[in-house]
Each structure stands twice: as C-alpha cells, then as structure tokens.
C-alpha cells in the first residue's frame, strides 16, 4: 500500500469525510471529490488512485481505466451494476464491491407513498399488486403489500418462489395486477436470456388491464417512452417514474404524460444513502487490510417516523413524504424553449435533494 492512499470519489456519496479521513481510516488519505459525470479516464489518469468510489452516473469499464495501472478498488455505492463492467474489473485485477440492498426501504417507501399518493383508497381495498424482479427491494415491497392486505403476484425468472407472493407468469401478472412495479436491472438480449430493454414495451402495455398504474424506479430504458406515450394516449393510464430512458434528459412530451415524475431519487433517504457508504467503506477497508473503525450508528439521527404509526394515520402520509412536491419541483425545471429538463438541472436536483427518512418497519 502506497504511503499516502488517493481516492477519487464522486461528490453525491453521502458522508464522503466521516468515513474517508486519515483519523478514521489510520493512514494518510488524499481524497478528490468530483460530479460523477466529471470522472474521467484523464483525470484518473492525472491523479493516479488506488481507489475509485462512484455512484450510478459513472460508467466504469475500460474506456474510463484502460489508461492508468494504479486502481486497486471500485466501490459503487448504489444496488445497481449495470454501470460496471465486473468482467473488465475482473480481467484488471481490480476489487469491486457495491452496495447491495442498501436502500431496499427507501425504494419500497417511495413505490408505496407514489402509489398512495395517487390512490388513498388502496390503504383499505385489497388490490392486486405486481412486482417483477424480486430482489432486495421486490422482496421488501412485498413485505409492505402483504402487511397492507395487498395480494402480490410476483415475476421473477431468477429466483425460486417464497411465502411472500404468489408467482406468476410475465403475462399473467400484467392482465391481473391493479399495479405494477419493476425492480429489475437493466439488461439486453446479448447479457441475459431474459433481457429487461424495453420489457415494458407496446405488447405488455397492450396487456396490462387500462386502468392499471405502472411505477417504475428500476432503469429507464427498461419502459419504451415510445410506447409509453401512445398507451398513456389510448388509456390515460396513470404512471409513475422515478427514472427516464434517455436521463438525465427528460422529454417535455413523456413528462405531461405522467401522474408522478421524479429525478432518480426513490432510494436517497438518510439511512439508504448513509448505508451505502458503510458498505463500500467496509470492503475498502478490508482491500486494503485497514480496521474498520466507523459505523452507521454513529452518524444517523433519530428517526420519529414508523411504518406502524403510519399505517394508523394514512392523512400524514405527506408528512413522511411528500412525493407531490418532488414531482413539483422536477416539472419547474422544465426547458420551455427546448421542451425538456436539461441534463444539468436533472443532475443539480439530484446533488441538492433534501434527503427524507425511511420509515422504520
């Protein structure tokens, strides 16, 4: 290990100097924070890392590392890896860990509070609730369904079926669920023999009963817009996105079709994003043989929200999040002249949101 260990790190990563610093970490640290979107194969290349810490925004794969030998680390402090190419990462010899399930109830929360935003009779009527991909946050959401009354039909080509839901066929579960929700990663026909490009596409909207709400916070590009803004047209379906296929651009077209839109934020909470450090701040230590010396507990704050209160007073569901204004405030930034939201302002949202707390279940 090199006398003085240089980290680049994308600025958005929460507690970046309560985990990241010489006291903490016992060694000496020279940390650059920048936008993920400034990561750069130059910069790297100028800085020479051991370790390079990242968001979703960052492609890391060989275009950004092929120019430089000194990263050691790749630590995303996101569920997703669709940005990460591993197989390279593997082919470098490079330590990769990511923060898996790190926000699992910010994400079901959000799902939860977007559709019982748009639907407060849902807190009484036991409705049909579709989830594909039954991961970490599918698996979660389910557990909140089922505590609501909520039958949940469950698709997921990956994973045996459990006790949480009742599995069900891609097509099944698109004719007979009152909602549904993805919870899948971003994959094509040449990655997987059940590719999520464009799953949601003009055949499974054609499928889907017409009043059935569609809430997607996995990727973009797994919902066509194309599609969606013709079946939005014809049904007037209510739809909900917390991502966008072509993001950080967002069409002023596809955004006066939706009931709810939002700026990839569904798992920023306190403890999801707070979380996610912890983890890759864990395996960095561990790659780098350092003592793990700073935990969760000591950096959140009391949390007066809880799941059971909640559930007991659905009127302050505002209160614990309000996801209306969210919407709000990504419409404001909507370029009249271009008719879009600029990458820019997309991003700037993102960098200066105001992070809400889970609730504890």
């Known amino acids: 290990m090199p006398k003085t260990l240089t980290i680049v790190a994308d600025a ?15 060694v000496d640290v020279n940390i650059v924070s920048v936008a993920g979107r400034e990561i750069t194969s130059e910069l790297l290349t100028s800085l020479k890392p051991q370790a390079l810490l990242v968001r979703s925004v960052t492609l890391v794969n060989e275009s950004l ?10 630590g995303s402090a996101t569920i997703g890896t669709d940005h990460i190419d591993q197989a390279y990462l593997n082919q470098k010899n490079i330590a990769f860990a990511n923060a898996s399930g790190c926000s699992k109830h910010s994400v079901a929360q959000y799902v939860l509070t977007s559709i019982l935003a748009l639907k407060p009779q849902y807190w009484q009527k036991p409705i049909t609730l579709g989830v594909i991909g039954l991961g970490n946050i599918g698996s979660t959401l389910a557990n909140y369904a089922n505590d609501l009354g909520w039958q949940v039909l469950g698709y997921d ?5 459990n006790q949480l839901y009742n599995n ?15 919870h899948v990663p971003l994959t094509t026909n040449k990655q997987s023999k059940y590719p999520t490009h464009h799953l949601i596409d003009e055949n499974a909207f054609a499928r889907m009963k017409t009043d059935a709400l569609l809430v997607n916070s996995s990727r973009g590009r797994v919902v066509s817009e194309d599609a969606l803004i013709v079946d939005q047209a014809n049904t007037q379906r209510e739809i909900v996105l917390d991502v966008f296929e072509h993001e950080p651009i967002v069409s002023g077209d596809l955004l006066a079709k939706l009931a709810v839109a939002t700026p990839h934020i569904a798992g920023y909470s306190v403890e999801g994003k707070l979380r996610g450090t912890q983890m890759i701040y864990e395996a960095f230590c561990q790659h780098f043989n350092l003592p793990i010396c700073q935990k969760i507990q000591n950096l959140l704050p009391a949390n007066p929200y809880h799941w059971a209160d909640l559930k ?3 009127d302050k569901l505002s209160h614990y999040y309000n996801i209306m204004q969210d919407d709000a405030n990504l419409r404001s930034v909507l370029n009249q ?16 949101y105001d992070l809400r707390r889970e609730w504890l279940f």
Do not use: C
């Open 157 to 161: 080509p990956f994973l045996q079926p």
């Open 12 to 26: 958005n990563i929460s507690h970046l100097d309560d985990y990241f610093n010489p006291q903490i970490l016992g």
């Open 337 to 352: 002249m271009s008719n879009q939201i600029d990458g820019k302002d997309f991003d700037e949202l993102r960098k200066k």
């Open 312 to 314: 007991k007073a659905p």
């Open 168 to 182: 069900a066929s891609f097509q099944q579960l698109l004719q007979q669920s009152d909602v549904i929700s993805l």
């Open 65 to 74: 590392l092929a120019e430089q030998d000194t990263v050691q680390y790749v």
